[in-house]
C-alpha cells in the first residue's frame, strides 16, 4: 500500500495570521516607496524618517489588527483584550522592523572588495565597539536598578564613527540581549508583570533603533554633502585652471585676506 506523507494544513486562524504578516509587510514596503526619492541605504534623515513613520509605525497597523482581531474572533482572547493585544503586536511588529530592518539592508549592500580596504585599526576600533557595547549592554540588565539607557554613548559612537555599518549592528545586539533579559526576568525586568515589562523593553528597543537610525542617517548625510562640496570645489579648481592656465598653482579656495593692522 502506497502511503504518501502529507503536510498537515495550518488552522484557518494560523493562515490568517500570516496573511495579516504578510499584508502588514507589503504595506511596509508600499509605504516606503510612496515616499519621494526614498533610497534603501538610508543615507538620509528623510529615507530613515520614512522608514519610521511609513514602514515600521503605519505598516504594521495590518498586521496587528489582524492577528488581534483573528485571536478575538477564535475565541483565545476576549473583547476586551483586543486593544491591550494590539498595542503590544502593534509596538513589537514595529520594532522589529526597525531593529532587523537596516541590518538586513546593509548585508545586502555589503560588497567583500569594499571591506578589504579597511584599515587594521579601523578593525581593531571596530571590535572594541562591539566588545563595550555588549559589556555594557550585560551589566545594565544585570542590575536590580535601570541602567538601561547607558548603552546609549555606545550607540552614538557607533553611529559617528562608523555610521549605518557599525549602528545598525550595535543597535541589533542591544535589543536582542534586552530581549533576552526581559524573557528572563534579569535585572530591571525583575518583579513585574509581563504588560510592565513589555512596556519596558518595547520603549528601550524603540529608543535604542531610533537613536542608531536616526543619528546613522544625520551623520552619513552630513558627510556625503561635504564630500559633495569638495568634488564641486575640485571642479571649479579645474576648470579656472582651464580658463586662465596661470592660476594652476594658486591655492583653492583662495586664503582669507588679512585686515591691515589699525595702526597704518
Known amino acids: 500500500m502506497d502511503q504518501r506523507r502529507t503536510t498537515p494544513t495550518p488552522p484557518p486562524d494560523e493562515l490568517l495570521r500570516r496573511l495579516g504578516r504578510l499584508t502588514g509587510q507589503v504595506m511596509a514596503r508600499i509605504g516606503c516607496s510612496a515616499a519621494p526619492g526614498f533610497r534603501v541605504e538610508l543615507d538620509r534623515l528623510r529615507d530613515a524618517v520614512a522608514l519610521v513613520f511609513l514602514g515600521a509605525l503605519t505598516g504594521m497597523l495590518v498586521s496587528a489588527v489582524i492577528g488581534s482581531g483573528v485571536l478575538v474572533l477564535s475565541g483565545a482572547l476576549t473583547t476586551g483584550d483586543f486593544w491591550p493585544t494590539w498595542a503590544v503586536w502593534w509596538t513589537g511588529d514595529a520594532m522589529g522592523v526597525l531593529v532587523i530592518t537596516p541590518v538586513l539592508l546593509l548585508l545586502g549592500a555589503a560588497r567583500r572588495p569594499r571591506w578589504a580596504g579597511v584599515r587594521p585599526l579601523r578593525w581593531l576600533e571596530a571590535a572594541l565597539l562591539a566588545a563595550c557595547t555588549c559589556t555594557v549592554t550585560l551589566l545594565a540588565v544585570s542590575s536590580s536598578m535601570n541602567l538601561l539607557y547607558l548603552v546609549s554613548p555606545c550607540l552614538i ?77 575640485a571642479q571649479l579648481a579645474e576648470a579656472l585652471s582651464r580658463l586662465d592656465p596661470g592660476a594652476a598653482a594658486e591655492q583653492w579656495p583662495p586664503p582669507r585676506k588679512q585686515k591691515p593692522d589699525g595702526g597704518g
Open 157 to 233: 559612537w557607533a553611529a559617528i564613527r562608523f555610521q549605518r555599518a557599525g549602528a545598525a549592528p550595535c543597535a541589533l545586539l542591544v535589543s536582542t540581549i534586552a530581549i533576552v533579559a526581559a524573557a528572563g526576568e534579569w535585572g530591571p525586568f525583575a518583579g513585574h508583570d509581563l504588560l510592565t515589562n513589555m512596556a519596558t523593553l518595547q520603549a528601550f528597543n524603540g529608543i535604542t533603533a531610533l537613536t542608531a537610525l536616526l543619528l546613522s542617517a544625520v551623520v552619513t548625510e552630513r558627510r556625503n554633502t561635504h564630500e559633495e562640496i569638495r568634488r564641486v570645489c
